[in-house]
């Protein structure tokens, strides 16, 4: 197959692994860079020109979609399915995946424990918004943040109100959130595959830090996940209708807790930690994916 990794840095850890991995398995591998992709959308021949040239050869995509750049970037997945190429991440999937509030309210509604969250429209209730999440110390969320930007902890009453205040009047969408402290500054990364967890992760925040990022100086240890943890990411996965997802959960008193669903994981941290070739097993999903009738490279033939 030739196979398409939408990715706008041919040498990151991710794009260099997939691209490793496919060819090893005898296939033929190109990074495009979705942003240079020029979409015609028209009846009965849907096509995208790259760099001023049609594209009709590509087998399969497989998206690395930054959340910067979510609109287009799900727009060019989306026109890709519409030319019946076969794509590891569905663009809807991936949208919903963006949308914290969104993915908490599917999640919620698959029966799925995480940490109490409250959203509003700028109220200006905020005391009260404070208790409905266990009160302080809590976490408020930008909902556009992502690798642990846009996170902050709020250690009393009074400053929780103070930076949601701060947020409202800015005009910033947050999400409220319960601090969840016997998770002691670390959290769980499960990587599923085609409705597999085919490797974990447990990343601990450096000290005096609460957020667990690799981006923020955390690190990660391997980790044998309890049936409870395999099957709420297992599920989580599932219910935002992504075959590829790094779920991110907190262990808590009441059990494994969703924090977020990732539609592009990234590959370096988890790969060292569990020493796996998880590039190699996204590229055999990708080959288990059906082939969808009247492909625009079948017309060309």
């Known amino acids: ?10 040498k990151l850890y991710s794009t260099r692994r997939l691209v490793e991995a496919a060819e090893q398995r005898g296939h033929e591998a190109v990074v495009l860079d979705h942003l240079r992709c020029d ?7 849907p096509h995208i020109l790259y760099k001023g040239e049609r594209l009709n050869d590509i087998d399969a995509i497989i998206p690395r979609i930054g959340a910067s750049v979510t609109f287009y970037g799900t727009a060019v997945v989306r026109q890709f399915e519409m ?7 569905d663009s809807q999937a991936i949208v919903r995946s963006r949308d914290k509030l969104r993915s908490l309210q599917i999640l919620g509604r698959a029966g799925l424990g995480m940490p109490k969250t409250a959203f509003t429209n700028y109220s200006k209730e905020t005391s009260e918004l404070v208790k409905e999440v266990g009160g302080a110390p809590l976490v408020i969320k930008l909902l556009e943040g992502t690798q642990g930007l846009g996170v902050v902890l709020a250690e009393t009453r009074k400053a929780a109100e103070s930076v949601i205040e701060a947020f409202h009047n800015l005009k910033a969408r947050i999400i409220v959130q319960e601090f969840i402290s016997e998770a002691g500054g670390a959290d769980i990364r499960a990587f599923v595959v085609n409705g597999e967890v085919v490797g974990a992760m447990k990343r601990q925040g450096k000290e005096g830090e609460f957020r667990s990022n690799l981006h923020r100086g955390g690190k990660a240890q391997l980790i044998k996940l309890s049936r409870q943890e395999k099957a709420a990411a297992l599920l989580a996965a599932k219910s935002l209708g992504l075959g590829i997802a790094g779920v991110d959960l907190l262990q808590s008193k009441r059990g494994p ?4 669903v990732n ?6 941290g988890i ?8 590039a190699g097993k996204i590229i055999e999903y990708v080959e288990s994916l059906p082939v969808k009738k009247n492909s625009k490279k079948k017309v060309s033939e």
């Open 1 to 10: 197959m030739k196979i398409a990794i939408l990715s706008r840095n041919p």
């Open 39 to 45: 979409l015609v959308i028209e009846q009965g021949d």
């Open 83 to 89: 030319m019946k190429v076969r794509s590891a991440v």
């Open 257 to 260: 807790l969703i924090l977020e």
């Open 263 to 268: 539609s592009s994981p990234g590959l370096e």
């Open 271 to 278: 790969e060292k930690a569990t020493q796996k070739d998880l």
